[in-house]
């Protein structure tokens, strides 16, 4: 009896593991098409617009269950998150170079 559940805990360790792996490569791919204010800025938003639609985004997150966005301090939130907000497509790298001009 032992030996099973050694092999039951081992097996739910296990998955468990597996699971965080699973939640923190979403997590990695959200981060690489993130958006922040600066960019928002270069959109053409305001400066507050562009602060409420990042809070905005982070709420939208942290309901998905990306307790990760719930940071006060994070400044960046995923395109997409962004785009569910405002209706419309980002084009994420062209937005990039021209922040940087801006």
Do not use: H, W
Not at 20 to 28: D, H, N, P
Not at 60 to 89: C, Q, T
């Amino acid at each position: 009896m032992c030996g099973n559940t050694y092999k039951n805990l081992r097996r739910l360790i296990i998955i468990n593991i597996k699971k965080a792996k699973i939640i923190l490569q979403e997590i990695e791919y959200y981060l690489q098409f993130d958006v922040t204010k600066k960019e928002l800025s270069a959109l053409g938003f305001g400066p507050s617009q562009s602060s409420d639609i990042i809070r905005k985004a982070k709420c939208l997150m942290v309901n998905k269950g990306y307790s990760y966005y719930a940071s006060k301090r994070l400044g960046r939130v995923p395109v997409s998150a962004v785009e569910e907000i405002l209706g419309f497509e980002i084009i994420v790298n062209e937005v990039r170079d021209y922040a940087e001009n801006f």
